[in-house]
C-alpha cells in the first residue's frame, strides 16, 4: 500500500521539476544520465549456524555465496551426500559441497543479501585415470558454467582442506576426456567473480598416473 500511493507523488515531482526548468528557458532532455550503481542496502552478515542439524551427518565448511555483487564466505554444516554413489573421498566432499551452493539460501541469508547462482544438478564424477592428483570432474564443462557459479564453486573448493590442500589452484575437468583446467580463486575473482577467466591452464597428467616425467 505504501509503495503504491508514493508513486503518484514520484510522479508529481517530475512534472513540477519539468515544468520548473522549462520555465526557467533549459530545455528538459531525454538522455539518461549514468549516476552510478544505487548503493546497495544488503548487510551481508552471515547469520549464525546451529551446532548440528538433529544428527545429520555432515562437516562445517566455508560456502562461497553472492552478495553486494561479490562473494562472501558463510560457513555451514554440510550433510553428507546421502546416496554415496561415489567411492572417491574427494569427490564425494566435492559432491556435498556443490548442493550446498545449490541449495537455495535460507531465509535468514535471503534478508542478508545472499543468493546463489550455481545451477541446479550439478554434480562431481569419478575422476578419469591420468588425472592429476586433486582432480575433481563436474557434470558440467567448467568453461559452460556461468562465470559467477564458476567462481563461487572454485573459491569454495580452495577453501576446503579435504579439497585443497593448501594455498593454490583448483583443478576441475568435465565428464568427458578434455583435459582438467586450473583456477585460483584470487582477490580479484571473489571482489569480481563475474571477471573469473572461462578457460584456466590445462594440467598435463601425473607422472605417477603414467606420463613421462620430463
Partial sequence: MTRR??????????????????????????????????PSRVSCDTPAQPGGQGGVQGFRATVELVCGSQLVGVERVVPVPEKRVLRD??????????????????????????????????????????????TVRLSRKPEDLPPVALSQIVCTLAGNEAVSAG?????????????????????????RPESVPTLGEIVRPSASAGAAPR
Fill in 167 to 191: 594455498p593454490g589452484p583448483v583443478v576441475l575437468g568435465g565428464p568427458d576426456a578434455d583435459p582438467p583446467r586450473a583456477w585460483e580463486c584470487t582477490d580479484a575473482v571473489r571482489s
Fill in 89 to 134: 573421498p574427494l569427490a564425494l566432499v566435492a559432491q556435498a559441497l556443490l548442493e550446498a551452493l545449490e541449495r537455495t539460501p535460507s531465509g535468514e541469508e535471503r534478508d542478508a543479501g545472499f543468493t546463489s547462482g550455481v545451477p541446479a544438478g550439478l554434480s562431481a564424477v569419478a575422476p578419469r585415470a591420468g588425472d592429476p592428483a586433486g
Fill in 5 to 38: 500511493s508514493s508513486l503518484p507523488a514520484v510522479v508529481l515531482a517530475s512534472l513540477l521539476l519539468s515544468g520548473s526548468v522549462s520555465g526557467c528557458g533549459i530545455r528538459a532532455t531525454t538522455v539518461p544520465v549514468d549516476v552510478g550503481p544505487a
